[in-house]
Structures are given as structure tokens and as C-alpha cells.
């Protein structure tokens, strides 16, 4: 045995010995502590033969003393000090660095212990009891995934302690993020256990008399329900100062306390969703999984972690998430609400699903496809039509219709200013007709000796050319190789889809690809949303949706 377990062996023997200085009014209260003090670990021999190390003045002290042994607070500076050195003890047996301190008492002890959090690096926050639950809520309810250990000290009154469990365990505020150091005054352990549960971590330091705690840690047994462990004592006296026994540490990191689930059965809902799952459904209400994604990763686990699962399918169907009105739907609302231990399938972490459920780290990754029907084949009957969009068809139009006109312009200010006479286009239906002729492929001759004219039919011939070639390539390509509807290759696409041919979009409802599109900032998504009809448009599943898209409905 190490000499520092010694130290903290023979302090509790020393506290215990003191005991026996009490009155004999108090002769029950000593048989009780007795009592545990003799379900700690056997005191060796070895150990009584080293309580000449400690403090003979302190021990003196202690037999000295006769207060009643009763769970009240002493008087004066000591008590204060006391607290401080306990919250000390507790702060240095966690590694988490996040701290916050509720308290409707002991105004000096909270005010150092802040400073000394503060001052070894934690950040300190502290709020009255009454303002407990809204600040837990705040707290728990934050987005930050990656958050260290949490710990909250709590130096409320009984009554409020127990209001405060009671409505962590009704608001669904547990997080293994959070560890919990409960300084108690009175014995209420077991109505405060009552309201506790998985993701709940808990150590309490019960006020037996001035000076000494007995300390308790929370875990969960084999039934799923919350129990407490023994952790040990811690003691203190102004002589001697601070000393403690523990049997089993006061603080375990989150990974060592789910490293061995020590074979309980715990509950996992799931979406059938092939290929993460393939469940079969025996027909007594059991649903059994047989392969799958997600099956094989949850089997391995549980192989590790010692754990054995049973399924139960999510009454909605849906993924879930913390709806408008609060509520939290689908898988994450069931493990939100404990009604499962865990739901493990394609998920997506969210800002919104973060505040209701804690995610493992990602371990598959998955990019969103947009599906739709393949385009169809155009009508080659249409062909002489559909050579040109009609964007070049109106722009061809208004071209035939004005060129007539401006070369009727053109020869009449260059009369006015040049008196150049030309009969044959004084007309303007012959011009108009004229300058038609070269774009069906008719031949034409220039009436001008003038190369002003000759180089602006010459120019407009030209154009002709090219109108007529692109035309016939474009249509005996059309004749020869089928010609297929636009795709919709991009959000853009669907959009003009929806809006010019009126297709219907379909979406899993609840899903991450509805929220990426419910609260996204970008304009296209927005746009797309907008339009999206849930009664016509929720899916259950993605076969069903592949159905809908092929079927075309």
C-alpha cells in the first residue's frame, strides 16, 4: 500500500475515533455512521500501525470536541472555510475546466472557490438557485458539440435540490457532458436518486457532522436504473486541515464510464433503411436485425463495449428533429425523451439536433444526390421547329420585320442628302420582300451601282448564310441522332422545372435534406422550399421516393 492511500486511510480511522467522544444522546446517530463506516475497505493492521503518522494535536482535538451530530451548519468562519477546501477537493478530482456554481448559501465559500476555479484556469460562471433550471436549460441546450466536461457545483437548500433533479429529469436536461458535485446538507439521497438517470453523473458529499462527508457517486446498474456507489469519506478540521478515503475515484472521464457497459441490454430505435439496415418482423411485436451498415457497426461496439441491444422501430418514421413549437420528433425525439439509450443510422448533426441529443464522432459520410425522371425523347415531327429555340425565333422575326423598314430609311436619307434616287425601293413592300428572299435561300441581285448599298446587302447575305446553315445542320443532326428534353442538372433546373412544367419535388420529411432546405440562407434553396407542397411531397422512406420519381407521380 502506497504511503498516500495510507494518509487517506488512517484520516477516516482518526475522524472515526472521535466518535466515541459524543454524548450519549447521540449513541444512535454514532451506531449509523459506525455502521458505514465498517462497509468501507477492511482497515489493516498494517494501516492502524501507521496512526502515529497523523497530526496527535488534531487527534486531540477531535476527542475534545462534543458537538451534537446532527446535519446543521456550525457557526462562524470555519464552515466557510470548511466548504472551500470540500468544493477544492472535489474541483481537483475532475478534469473538466467548464464550471458553474449554483448556491443559495454560503455566499464566502462560493465568492473563493469561484477565484480559485478561476484562478487555475476554469471558466467560472455562478447563479442564484432560483435561477437554476433556466440557466441548466441555457447551458444544456447550447450548440457546442465539442465542448469539454461541464461541472456544476450545487450548494441549494434540500427543497430546491430536489425541485432541481425533478425538473432536469421532466425537461430532459441530462447530458454525459455534465458532471454534477451535490454538497448536502440533509439525507436526501434517495428522493434525488429517484429523478436520475442515463447521462446523469453525480457525485454527492452528504454533511454528516462538522467536518466530515460521507461522499456517494452515481451510476447506472444493470437494470438501466440510476443506483449509487460508495465513494468514501472526506474530513476536515481547522489543525489538521482537509484528508480523505476513497474506495473508488470521485470523478470518471465519459469514455471510462461507458467503457464497459458491464452486459446491460440497452434500447436502440432505428428506420428500417436499407443498406444501414434490414430488420425482419417475427410478428410477436419483436423487430430482429439481420445485416446492414449500421447493424454491423452497432454489433461491433457492443461486442467491445460488453452491451446487448433490442430494436424498436420509431413510431413517426422520421429522423426528427427540435421542431418550431419545441417538440423534438423522429429518432432524436425518442432518444431525446429516454425512451431509447440510442438511435444510430444516417445521421446529420444539426444545430437543432444537437440540443436535444449528444452525437458520437462522424464515422461515414454522405453527399445529397437530386434525383429526377430522365428526360424524354422529343418528337422528331417538331424538328423544323425545334431547331432553334425560340429565343432565335423571335430574334429572327423582329429581324425580318424591321430590316425592310431601316434600308427604306436608308435610301430616303440618302436622298434628302445626297439625291440618290432608287425606283425599285421607293416601295416598301419590295424592299421588305427583297431582303426576305435571302433567308428562305432565294437568289437576289443588287439594284446599286453604289458599294455603300452593295456593302450592306453584301453584310446582310451573309447573315442569311449563316442563319440557313446552322438551321440544316441543326436539323439533320436532329433527324439522325435522337434529341432528348433538358435535364435537370442543377438546383437552378428543378427550379425552372417546377415553375414551367409544375413538378412536384418529394422530400423526406424530418430529415436533414428538409432542414438544409427550411433554414438555409441561400436564395435557391429558399425558392425551392417555398414551393414544395408537404401534402403532396413527404416521403416515408427513400423507396418510396424512388418509386414516386419513376412512376412520375
Given at each position: 500500500?502506497?504511503?498516500?492511500?495510507?494518509?487517506?486511510?488512517?484520516?477516516?480511522?482518526?475522524?472515526?475515533?472521535?466518535?466515541l467522544?459524543?454524548?450519549?444522546?447521540?449513541?444512535?446517530?454514532?451506531?449509523?455512521?459506525?455502521?458505514?463506516?465498517?462497509?468501507?475497505?477492511?482497515?489493516?493492521?498494517?494501516?492502524?500501525?501507521?496512526?502515529?503518522?497523523?497530526?496527535?494535536?488534531?487527534?486531540?482535538?477531535?476527542f475534545?470536541?462534543?458537538?451534537?451530530?446532527?446535519?446543521?451548519?456550525?457557526?462562524?468562519?470555519?464552515?466557510?472555510i470548511?466548504?472551500?477546501?470540500?468544493i477544492?477537493f472535489l474541483?481537483?478530482g475532475?478534469?473538466?475546466?467548464?464550471?458553474?456554481?449554483?448556491?443559495?448559501?454560503?455566499?464566502?465559500?462560493?465568492?473563493?472557490?469561484?477565484?480559485?476555479?478561476?484562478?487555475?484556469g476554469?471558466?467560472?460562471?455562478?447563479?442564484?438557485?432560483?435561477?437554476?433550471?433556466?440557466?441548466?436549460?441555457?447551458?444544456?441546450?447550447?450548440?457546442?458539440e465539442?465542448?469539454?466536461?461541464?461541472?456544476i457545483?450545487v450548494?441549494?437548500?434540500s427543497?430546491?435540490?430536489?425541485?432541481?433533479f425533478?425538473?432536469?429529469?421532466?425537461?430532459?436536461?441530462e447530458?454525459?457532458?455534465?458532471?454534477?458535485?451535490?454538497?448536502?446538507?440533509?439525507?436526501?439521497l434517495?428522493?434525488?436518486?429517484?429523478?436520475?438517470?442515463e447521462g446523469?453523473?453525480?457525485?454527492?458529499?452528504l454533511?454528516?457532522?462538522?467536518?466530515l462527508?460521507?461522499?456517494?457517486?452515481?451510476?447506472?446498474?444493470?437494470?438501466?436504473?440510476?443506483?449509487?456507489?460508495?465513494?468514501?469519506?472526506?474530513?476536515?478540521?481547522?489543525?489538521?486541515?482537509?484528508?480523505?478515503?476513497?474506495?473508488?475515484?470521485?470523478?470518471?472521464p465519459?469514455?471510462?464510464?461507458?467503457r464497459d457497459?458491464g452486459?446491460?441490454?440497452l434500447?436502440?430505435?432505428?428506420i428500417?433503411?436499407?443498406?444501414?439496415?434490414?430488420?425482419t418482423?417475427?410478428?410477436?411485436?419483436?423487430?430482429?436485425?439481420?445485416?446492414?451498415?449500421?447493424?454491423?457497426?452497432?454489433?461491433?461496439?457492443?461486442?467491445?463495449?460488453?452491451?446487448?441491444?433490442?430494436m424498436?422501430i420509431?413510431?413517426?418514421?422520421?429522423?426528427g428533429?427540435?421542431?418550431?413549437?419545441?417538440?423534438?420528433t423522429?429518432?432524436?425525439?425518442?432518444?431525446?425523451?429516454?425512451e431509447?439509450h440510442?438511435a444510430?443510422?444516417?445521421f446529420?448533426?444539426?444545430?437543432?439536433?444537437?440540443k436535444?441529443?449528444?452525437?458520437?464522432?462522424p464515422?461515414?459520410?454522405?453527399?445529397?444526390?437530386?434525383?429526377?425522371?430522365?428526360?424524354?425523347?422529343?418528337?422528331?415531327?417538331?424538328?423544323?421547329?425545334?431547331?432553334f429555340?425560340?429565343?432565335?425565333?423571335i430574334?429572327?422575326?423582329?429581324?425580318e420585320?424591321?430590316?425592310?423598314?431601316?434600308?427604306?430609311?436608308?435610301?430616303?436619307t440618302?436622298?434628302?442628302?445626297?439625291?440618290?434616287?432608287h425606283?425599285?425601293?421607293?416601295?416598301?413592300?419590295?424592299?421588305?420582300?427583297f431582303?426576305?428572299?435571302?433567308l428562305?435561300?432565294?437568289?437576289?441581285?443588287?439594284p446599286?451601282?453604289?458599294?455603300?448599298y452593295?456593302l450592306?446587302?453584301?453584310?446582310?447575305?451573309f447573315?442569311s448564310f449563316?442563319?440557313?446553315?446552322?438551321?440544316?445542320?441543326?436539323?439533320?443532326?436532329?433527324?439522325?441522332?435522337?434529341?432528348?428534353?433538358?435535364?435537370i442538372?442543377s438546383?437552378?433546373?428543378l427550379?425552372?422545372?417546377?415553375?414551367k412544367?409544375?413538378?412536384?419535388t418529394?422530400?423526406?420529411?424530418?430529415?436533414?435534406?428538409?432542414?438544409?432546405?427550411?433554414?438555409?440562407?441561400?436564395?435557391?434553396?429558399?425558392?425551392?422550399?417555398?414551393?414544395?407542397d408537404?401534402?403532396?411531397g413527404?416521403?416515408?422512406?427513400?423507396?418510396?421516393?424512388?418509386d414516386?420519381?419513376?412512376?412520375?407521380?
Amino acid at each position: 500500500m502506497s504511503g498516500s492511500y495510507l494518509a487517506a486511510a488512517t484520516s477516516l480511522i482518526t475522524v472515526a475515533l472521535g466518535f466515541l467522544a459524543t454524548s450519549n444522546a447521540d449513541q444512535t446517530n454514532i451506531g449509523n455512521v459506525s455502521k458505514e463506516i465498517t462497509l468501507q475497505d477492511s482497515f489493516t493492521e498494517t494501516s492502524l500501525n501507521h496512526l502515529h503518522h497523523f497530526d496527535h494535536a488534531s487527534l486531540e482535538t477531535k476527542f475534545s470536541q462534543t458537538p451534537a451530530m446532527k446535519r446543521s451548519r456550525v457557526d462562524g468562519g470555519a464552515d466557510e472555510i470548511e466548504l472551500q477546501n470540500l468544493i477544492e477537493f472535489l474541483f481537483n478530482g475532475s478534469t473538466g475546466r467548464n464550471v458553474y456554481f449554483f448556491y443559495d448559501h454560503a455566499d464566502a465559500a462560493v465568492t473563493a472557490s469561484a477565484s480559485m476555479c478561476y484562478a487555475r484556469g476554469a471558466e467560472v460562471t455562478v447563479f442564484n438557485c432560483k435561477d437554476a433550471v433556466k440557466a441548466i436549460e441555457s447551458i444544456i441546450m447550447s450548440f457546442n458539440e465539442l465542448e469539454s466536461i461541464r461541472n456544476i457545483f450545487v450548494l441549494c437548500s434540500s427543497e430546491v435540490t430536489q425541485q432541481l433533479f425533478r425538473e432536469i429529469y421532466f425537461k430532459y436536461l441530462e447530458s454525459a457532458l455534465t458532471h454534477w458535485f451535490v454538497i448536502l446538507e440533509e439525507d436526501i439521497l434517495k428522493p434525488v436518486t429517484a429523478y436520475m438517470r442515463e447521462g446523469t453523473q453525480v457525485t454527492f458529499a452528504l454533511r454528516i457532522e462538522s467536518g466530515l462527508y460521507h461522499l456517494w457517486g452515481s451510476y447506472i446498474n444493470i437494470k438501466n436504473k440510476a443506483a449509487l456507489h460508495d465513494l468514501g469519506w472526506w474530513s476536515w478540521n481547522p489543525t489538521s486541515g482537509a484528508k480523505h478515503l476513497l474506495k473508488r475515484p470521485l470523478y470518471r472521464p465519459v469514455l471510462e464510464v461507458y467503457r464497459d457497459f458491464g452486459g446491460r441490454e440497452l434500447i436502440v430505435t432505428v428506420i428500417d433503411n436499407w443498406p444501414f439496415w434490414h430488420l425482419t418482423y417475427p410478428g410477436d411485436g419483436r423487430v430482429i436485425p439481420t445485416s446492414g451498415l449500421d447493424y454491423n457497426v452497432l454489433k461491433t461496439v457492443g461486442d467491445h463495449l460488453n452491451f446487448t441491444f433490442r430494436m424498436e422501430i420509431t413510431p413517426d418514421g422520421k429522423w426528427g428533429g427540435v421542431m418550431a413549437d419545441g417538440t423534438v420528433t423522429g429518432m432524436v425525439g425518442v432518444v431525446h425523451r429516454h425512451e431509447a439509450h440510442a438511435a444510430i443510422n444516417e445521421f446529420t448533426i444539426t444545430e437543432q439536433r444537437e440540443k436535444a441529443v449528444d452525437f458520437t464522432k462522424p464515422y461515414y459520410y454522405e453527399s445529397t444526390t437530386l434525383i429526377s425522371p430522365a428526360p424524354s425523347k422529343t418528337l422528331r415531327s417538331y424538328a423544323v421547329f425545334t431547331s432553334f429555340t425560340y429565343e432565335v425565333w423571335i430574334a429572327l422575326i423582329v429581324v425580318e420585320l424591321l430590316i425592310g423598314p431601316l434600308i427604306r430609311l436608308l435610301v430616303w436619307t440618302r436622298k434628302k442628302l445626297f439625291g440618290e434616287v432608287h425606283k425599285k425601293w421607293e416601295y416598301l413592300p419590295d424592299v421588305s420582300l427583297f431582303m426576305f428572299r435571302p433567308l428562305v435561300n432565294q437568289g437576289g441581285r443588287v439594284p446599286s451601282p453604289k458599294w455603300f448599298y452593295r456593302l450592306v446587302f453584301i453584310g446582310y447575305f451573309f447573315f442569311s448564310f449563316l442563319m440557313i446553315s446552322l438551321y440544316a445542320d441543326v436539323m439533320i443532326s436532329v433527324l439522325a441522332v435522337p434529341s432528348y428534353e433538358k435535364p435537370i442538372d442543377s438546383l437552378y433546373d428543378l427550379l425552372e422545372a417546377i415553375e414551367k412544367d409544375h413538378y412536384v419535388t418529394v422530400l423526406g420529411c424530418g430529415s436533414n435534406n428538409e432542414f438544409i432546405y427550411s433554414n438555409t440562407t441561400m436564395e435557391i434553396y429558399k425558392q425551392i422550399y417555398a414551393r414544395f407542397d408537404h401534402s403532396k411531397g413527404c416521403i416515408k422512406n427513400w423507396d418510396d421516393g424512388m418509386d414516386r420519381v419513376c412512376d412520375g407521380v
